[in-house]
């Protein structure tokens, strides 16, 4: 089911909520983090709130192939929007690092994720898993496609700035987490939001394989 909600800021505070009950009743929570602009406002919430991140551990999903301290880099945006504006510790946070078996190690060894926050590009995708990703997938370098890196363009200052290549968790590891949250924002992922969940599951759809989780929500606005 697609719970649909009135406005921007219901979406930011109820995916928020989500969160602070998660962390607040398993304070030694594994969070999975997406980036992109449909999680800011539930960020800066979160933010807000001044909750105990001191034993919360984190893993995001996606980075782009770039200079990690460049501003748009998602290493940069979690720290800007998220990381040095709670007390969690730097060593508890983490971005996808090679050998990619290690980052998944990782995942494993601290049991799993236990909340992963999802967003959806326009062509499907979840993390950088672009149409066509095997439902196999895990972590792994990955080439974005033409419309994804339209869909980005806004954050660079031209479209020839937008890497073209990142490193995603893959399907498998996502599908693997305990509870999925995703969110989406605008009229323009209404039509593929809707396939994925309602339509085929198939890898032309990445976030069809959703439909196969077992504890799964989903959030939206127009
Ligand atoms: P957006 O990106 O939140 O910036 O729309 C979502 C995504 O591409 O997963």
Redesign the pocket.
């Known amino acids: 089911m697609i719970n649909t909600l009135r406005n921007y800021m219901e979406l930011s505070s109820t995916v928020a909520d989500i969160v602070e009950a998660q962390i607040k009743e398993h304070p030694l929570s594994k969070l999975g983090l997406?980036t992109?602009?449909?999680?800011l406002g539930m960020y800066k919430e979160l933010v807000s709130r001044e909750l105990d991140w001191s034993t919360v551990i984190t893993f995001n999903l996606d980075v782009y192939l770039m200079y990690v301290n460049h501003p748009e880099s998602y290493q940069s945006y979690m720290r800007k929007n998220l990381f040095d504006r709670t007390n969690i510790y730097p060593n508890h946070y983490h971005f996808p690092f090679r050998p990619f078996s290690s980052f998944e190690d990782k995942i494993k060894g601290s049991k799993g994720i236990d909340l992963c926050i999802l967003?959806?590009?326009t062509n499907g995708?979840?993390a950088f898993n672009e149409p066509g990703s095997s439902f196999l997938s895990r972590t792994r370098v990955v080439n974005l496609e033409e419309q994804?890196i339209i869909?980005n363009a806004r954050f660079f200052d031209s479209v020839d700035d937008v890497p073209t290549q990142a490193i995603t968790m893959g399907l498998a590891t996502i599908m693997e987490s305990k509870k999925i949250v995703l969110m989406a924002k605008g009229l323009k992922k209404k039509s593929i939001l809707n396939q994925a969940m309602f339509g085929m599951i198939t890898e032309d759809i990445p976030a069809s394989i959703l439909q196969e989780h077992k504890n799964v929500e989903i959030y939206y606005c127009d």
């Open positions: 997406s992109g602009s449909t999680p967003g959806i590009g995708h979840i994804t869909d």
